[in-house]
């Protein structure tokens, strides 16, 4: 599914979908069970091929039963004879060229056209000679069309970003490249642009005349996991706020494009993005948690996580401020704050609107007014509600605040998963939901101040919401951040 209207009904080609990682963990838990799940809805299972790419010796039938075994654990019983029919292996002690020849080998077999996708689902330490063998045995461009997909992190900074988006372009042209960001696949961030462009009742409210600031918030109660070998080196800002949370907000403050086509829509996006003051450090409070209780259960501090360096100074927290320097947002703050070990896994943004200039009821009784504010919930319980003030029944003016409240399982069930819907779209070559290459550099460009502050973060218990720091930073200017509803957990 995707911005651009009739994509949907674009058929997926035939092709060869070639993973490299194809053992690795994404795959397992993410592209094999979202393959299944695309090519079966739409019947396709037929058409697509599938070629997983590792290091370790395994036969086709070895890798196609492992898959069979663990699309089954995920209730996919029936992909059972998808993966012994069309997911194939191949190892890379034998070199590039023998895979070249096992991808022609099974294009022939099963009659591909020869086009191809590229899923580079591998640590960044091997991106690089992949790319280029990629290129030098002649497989970024083949007798039908190549793609190449590239999960995150993209770079690690600007520099990084910008040598890998050299690398990439010495074989592929922009056109041919797909940089993910799984959050784009949701329903409910693909949703952004029509709520505000499909609704003028909010688009004329949407700037600086009556908003007083936006909230982003991507809290996660759970750990780092298994990850401290990845995640030692990203932290927080690396991890969530140059990709997620930045895509996020360029949604929430883009103009309209001119049309809904890929190139339309990012031009937008790039451009909010070239609006942004890099971010002042003064506004950025780091922070690192500590053993703490989430949902009832005793958790460990970061630094007792397996792996971990016991003196790591890594963030697994950030707030932070960016300015957005157009005629738009002038001086309307964007508050973003991102963490692991939250009270509750919650994406919202809350859009804060301005009070009214004369404070009519607070002379009248002693109530306390709160602005309108506007809660879109990207996930879960994705939907929004709208905050308003209301009169009390009964003698004076106490006011009350009432929420207006959409919900997307209510309405339409069940929604599709990120990867599924980010697939579809790779295999219909439609790029809207894809991050291009200038957008991936601005963003480095606007979080390079923050990256390696070595600084000890702010401590904070597991289990609450991010260091008094990042309450401080939002009291300074005389706001707070706007609590997520966590009883709204579930998806209705
Ligand atoms: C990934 C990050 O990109 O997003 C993880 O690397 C994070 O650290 C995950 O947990 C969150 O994704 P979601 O879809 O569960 O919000």
Not at 334 to 362: D, N, W, Y
Not at 374 to 392: S, Y
Not at 418 to 433: K, S
Request: proline share 6%; glycine share 8%.
């Amino acid at each position: 599914m995707s911005f651009t209207p009739g994509a949907m009904t674009v058929g997926i080609e035939p092709q060869l979908f070639v993973i490299f990682g194809g053992t690795g963990d994404l795959s397992r838990r993410k592209l094999l069970p979202a393959l299944f799940r695309l090519l079966e809805s739409r019947q396709f299972e037929d058409t697509v091929e599938v070629l997983a790419v590792g290091t370790g010796p395994l036969s086709d039938e070895e890798f196609g039963d492992r898959v069979a075994k663990a699309l089954a654990e995920d209730g996919l019983d029936s992909a059972t004879d998808w993966c012994r029919r069309s997911v194939h292996y191949h190892s890379l002690r034998e070199g590039f060229e023998s895979l070249a020849n096992r991808v022609e080998e099974l294009e022939a077999a099963s009659q591909l056209p020869g086009n191809r996708t590229f899923y580079l689902a591998i640590p960044p330490a091997v991106f690089d000679d992949t790319v280029e063998s990629l290129g030098k045995v002649g497989l970024a461009s083949g007798p039908g069309w190549s793609r190449v997909v590239v999960e995150k992190p993209f770079g690690t900074d600007s520099a990084s970003a910008h040598q890998l988006n050299s690398l990439l372009h010495r074989w592929f042209d922009e056109g041919q490249i797909y940089r993910i960001d799984h959050y784009l696949g949701k329903e409910s961030v693909q949703n952004l642009l029509a709520l505000r462009f499909a609704n003028p009742l909010f688009e004329s409210s949407w700037n600086r005349d009556r908003i007083d600031s936006v909230q982003i918030t991507v809290a996660e109660d759970i750990g780092i996991g298994t990850r401290a070998g990845y995640y030692e080196r990203a932290g927080a800002i690396r991890d969530i706020v140059q990709n997620h949370a930045l895509q996020i907000l360029t949604l929430v403050a883009m103009e309209p494009p001119v049309r809904l086509d890929p190139e339309a829509i990012r031009d937008e996006k790039v451009k909010v993005l070239r609006s942004i003051f890099p971010v002042d450090t003064s506004q950025v409070v780091r922070g690192q948690y500590h053993a703490g209780t989430v949902d009832g259960v005793d958790v460990a501090g970061y630094r007792q996580e397996p792996k971990v360096n016991p003196d790591s100074v890594t963030e697994t927290f950030v707030a932070l401020q960016f300015m957005i320097d157009n005629w738009r947002w002038k001086d309307v703050p964007f508050l973003v704050r991102a963490g692991k070990r939250l009270p509750g896994r919650v994406t919202e943004i809350s859009v804060v609107f301005k009070q009214p200039p004369v404070a009519l009821f607070e002379v009248h009784g002693s109530c306390h007014m709160h602005p309108n504010v506007f809660d879109i919930r990207l996930q879960p319980a994705e939907g929004f509600e709208l905050a308003f003030e209301m009169k009390v029944p009964g003698e004076g003016y106490d006011l009350n605040t009432q929420r207006l409240e959409f919900r997307y399982a209510a309405e339409f069930g069940e929604l599709p998963g990120a990867y599924v819907t980010l697939l579809a779209d790779v295999m219909t070559g439609d790029q809207t939901l894809f991050v291009r290459g200038d957008e991936v550099e601005e963003a480095w460009r606007i979080i390079t101040p923050a990256l390696d502050l070595g600084e000890e973060p702010d401590p904070y218990s597991a289990g609450s919401w991010g260091p008094a720091a990042a309450d401080a930073l939002l009291a300074r200017t005389g706001r707070k951040w706007q609590e997520p509803r966590l009883s709204r957990t579930a998806s209705s």
